[in-house]
DNA sequence: TGTGATACATGATGTCGATCATGTTTATGA
DNA sequence: TCATAAACATGATCGACATCATGTATCACA
């Protein structure tokens, strides 16, 4: 039962999408080979002609998830806008994998971290771009910090078990993060 | 093999700090219950005379970590000066909970979130104290915006794989919720 | 168009870990 | 002091899951 050459690459690309949507909805513990293999439209036995072990599909379904999240530059504000809203909580399996996997991803293993570390990089690039220009260090500061409160706020209101508080969370945390950045619009 | 009531309320005790540090350390998922019996040394059997399941130690574990971490009332700035250190960074098993395993305690039972949120009601509560007193709304948006922030560092910080990278995460935070705390030291 | 290698399905295997069963010791209350 | 039952150790059980082994169909190149 081989399969052409097509193929082959899309369902590499179907195994990993599966994995990203699946670990960020259960985490990476909760996930079986096999359930990973069967999103995919596949059955487990084949895994390993794709990859070597369940950790090498963690590290690159990261790799993966990491790379491509913003298409268009945004200023800090607009992005801060999006990422802090009742939709986003509510789809972790498709919403930022930092906010769903952050504290087990350290645990993962050196590629795996190697792969958020990349993450890191890029997002407080993008958001330094978005927080008025490149060689201001304050626009640095602006896009670590806002980062920080925004993944920091998604985790803990998706933690509450009161939807209340949760959006409360969310709310002021939106209205924290622009008390002092929002003048600056820096469109790129 | 009997043993007296004191010695009895000390093993419960035994077992929810090693399973504190265990779960924080390694995640729930990592760890065994034979593992956390060991720590507490105590054999694995034994266990089932403490809690029903796994599950139960994990919510009974959150819960105990989440009563009693701050025994007075501080400054917003001087929490985030405590928190945003290297040293909590490197002490994942004795540091914040939420940092430890915010992501992964959203999906455990209900009862372990049930802890989480009245973890984070009672850090919000004190932050906001903190920050400027009582009947302000400001002070509760420093507080909720800040422990954001100081949560969502920290994850980063852990996350990466360069010290240089997480350490500026660190300072930025800090620099970044300064910014936006002012002055008032609101000593209660 | 034949032929070999490849991609996959099916079906083991082996380990690990949660939970249970049983026996032994000894604190506790009468 | 004695009887009882609690607290724990030891040793199953049982399922779940990562990983491997084998067979088969068919794409791809000659």
Redesign the pocket.
Known sequence: ????????AE?RRRILEAAGRLFRERGFG??????V?KAA??????????F????ELIAAALEDLVVAPVPKPVTLEAYADRYLTPEHMADCAGGCPVAALGTDAGRQSPQARAAMTEGLRLQIARLGEGAGGERNATARQAAIGSWAAMVGAMILARMSDDPALAQQVLQETRAFIGQRVGDEPGEI
């Open positions: 039962m081989r399969v052409s050459r097509e193929q082959v369902n909760a996930v079986t080979v096999a359930e293999m439209g596949l059955t487990h036995g084949g895994f390993y002609g794709y070597g072990s369940k950790d």
